[in-house]
Structure formats: C-alpha cells, structure tokens
C-alpha cells in the first residue's frame, strides 16, 4: 500500500544552519505531496504542496521539489531560525484522504 | 475566521469509561476527517465525512468507537469502553472539498487511559 517514510528526528541545528528533511514516498502513480508543520501547542498547518513531478513547492523560506525519479519530497531551508522548531510530517494524497510520515521533530538553538 | 475547535483539549479517564470529543469545522466546509495519532507517530485517518455521510470508516475501530455528523457541521467521535492503548491525541481536520487536499486542523484532543 501507499506509504510515507521520514528521517528520524530530532533534527538539531544552530540558527542559520541549512535544513533537509528527508521524505521518500511508495506509492502507484504520481500522488500530490505535501509538507505540513505543527509547532508545539498547535495543530497541524499545510507547509507546501506539490501536485506533479518535477514540481517546487515553497513557503515561509521552505522549498520541496518533486521527484519521480528518486520518489522523494525532501524538505530545505537555506537558513533556519528559532521560530522553526517544530515537528515536520510528510504526506501524500490518495484519493480523498492524506496518508502522513511519522514525522521529523527540529530543534534550533540560538 | 475560526479555525477548527476541538473540545476538550485534554481528557483523562479510567479503562472501561467512555468518552466523546468534540469537533466543529471551519464555516462551509464540507469535509470532515477525525485522525489518530499516537506518540511519535503521523496521523492516521478514522473516518471521513461529506456533509452527514460518512464516506470512508474503514479504519474506525466499530466496536468501540463510534461518530457522528447528524447535520453535516459538527462531529463527535465516542469511545465506549475505552483501553489502554486509546490514549493518543485526536485530531479534526476540514477541508472546503476533496479536491484541494488542503486539511485544516485543530489542536486536538488528548486522551490518556489509565
């Protein structure tokens, strides 16, 4: 079946350090990907999206792109803040329902 | 604009007791989900809403859970009797229609059974 897989966390990096995120998905044709983000005391929040191959999605600093090659969706930031901890989880979309990574926590210090 | 408002935020309770939460979605929006989410997991799908119809249960564990959307806006989610391993987080989400994938969550509601 269709599923998600995620590097395990937790990340920990110093401000302005550069971020990936790790995702790799397996699944039949080409499914939409997203990147969502839940900062602590939060529910989850749509980072970025892709809906085709060879796609970039980008936010907040964020990029993603997809890649039907290497079916991956790997998440960077050239230069991360404090404000970015959080937990990151990577999905797909089949059909009506989105099918999450188990999810990737960062950590940045000053 | 409101978000998606769960209640309660945190609920304990003893094996064998029951419990609901609560759920209501953005204004408009259509499409209902209630996600599980265990410790150090991603969420996973319970059940799935169009208006009042449940259009995807496959993986509500019928025996013990149950939901509802009786008018097709807000939703509850019981567990009758509840265990052990029901302590997660549960998450709502709406979206304006399948389509856009786009979910918007709440903060969840977190159960732990003792």
């Known amino acids: 079946g269709d599923s998600v897989t995620q590097m395990e966390g937790p990340v920990t990096l110093s401000e302005e350090a550069f971020l990936t995120i790790n995702c790799t998905y397996t699944?039949?044709?080409?499914?939409?990907l997203f990147w969502y983000v839940q900062y602590p005391g939060e529910g989850l929040q749509l980072l970025l999206k892709?809906?085709?191959?060879?796609d970039k999605g980008s936010n907040k600093g964020f990029e993603a792109t997809y890649r039907k090659e290497t079916t991956s969706f790997h998440l960077e930031k050239g230069s991360v803040q404090v404000s970015d901890s959080a937990v990151y989880f990577c999905?797909?979309?089949?059909?009506?329902?989105?099918?999450f990574g188990t999810g990737t926590r960062l950590q940045v210090f000053p | 604009e409101a978000g998606v408002v769960q209640s309660p935020r945190y609920k304990i309770i003893e094996k064998k007791q029951p419990v609901a939460f609560w759920c209501n979605p953005i204004?408009?929006?259509?499409?209902l989900y209630w996600y599980l989410q265990n410790l150090g997991q991603g969420p996973e799908l319970l059940i799935r809403?169009?208006?009042?119809?449940?259009?995807?249960d496959s993986q509500l564990p019928k025996d013990r859970f149950s939901a509802e959307r009786l008018k097709g806006v807000d939703s509850t989610l019981k567990i009758q009797p509840a265990e052990l391993g029901d302590s997660a987080v549960y998450l709502c989400?709406?979206?304006?229609?399948?389509?856009?994938?786009?979910?918007?969550f709440g903060e969840g509601s977190r159960l732990t059974v003792l």
């Open positions: 989400a709406s979206s304006s229609g399948p389509i856009t994938g786009e979910l918007f």
């Open positions: 699944a039949t044709g080409y499914p939409s």
């Open positions: 892709a809906t085709k191959a060879d």
């Open positions: 999905a797909l979309k089949r059909g009506d329902k989105l099918i």
């Open positions: 204004s408009g929006h259509n499409t």
């Open positions: 809403y169009e208006n009042e119809e449940a259009v995807d």
